[in-house]
């Protein structure tokens, strides 16, 4: 069984930084990628970025703003988020369960419980 469980998130002003943290269980976590996703209402879920390893892939609406990284040893991974803009307001969903870094959201099986991210102008 796969478990994912995010911490962090909040309220931060424009141009801030905030990190998520998402922290996974279950013996075939090593074997897959870790993601992240957003979502707003009435809108489907974004790719922003996956992680595999020393590999990470990210969206081009974040590139340069955010980091993915993992420390395997504790099976975590965080997204690092700076630079922040209003519109980068959403729900944030960590995603495991596929070995390769699909965009699709329909393709990932295991997701955390989400964190509200706010940015304020």
């Known amino acids: 069984q796969v478990q994912l469980v995010q911490s962090g998130g909040g309220l931060v002003q424009t141009g801030g930084s905030l990190t998520l943290s998402c922290a996974a269980s279950?013996?075939?976590?090593?074997?897959?990628?870790i993601s992240w996703f957003r979502q707003n209402p009435g809108k489907e879920r974004e790719f922003l970025a996956a992680?595999?390893?020393?590999?990470?892939h990210y969206a081009d609406s974040v590139k340069g703003r955010y980091s993915i990284s993992r420390d395997n040893s504790r099976n975590l991974v965080y997204l690092q988020m700076t630079s922040l803009k209003p519109e980068d307001t959403a729900v944030y969903y960590c995603?495991?369960?596929?070995?390769?870094?699909?965009?699709?959201?329909?393709?990932?099986?295991?997701w955390g419980q989400g964190t509200q991210v706010t940015v304020s102008s």
């Open positions: 995603a495991t369960g596929t070995p390769v870094p699909y965009s699709n959201a329909r393709q990932w099986v295991y």
């Open positions: 992680v595999k390893g020393n590999t990470s």
């Open positions: 279950g013996r075939t976590v090593p074997h897959y990628y």
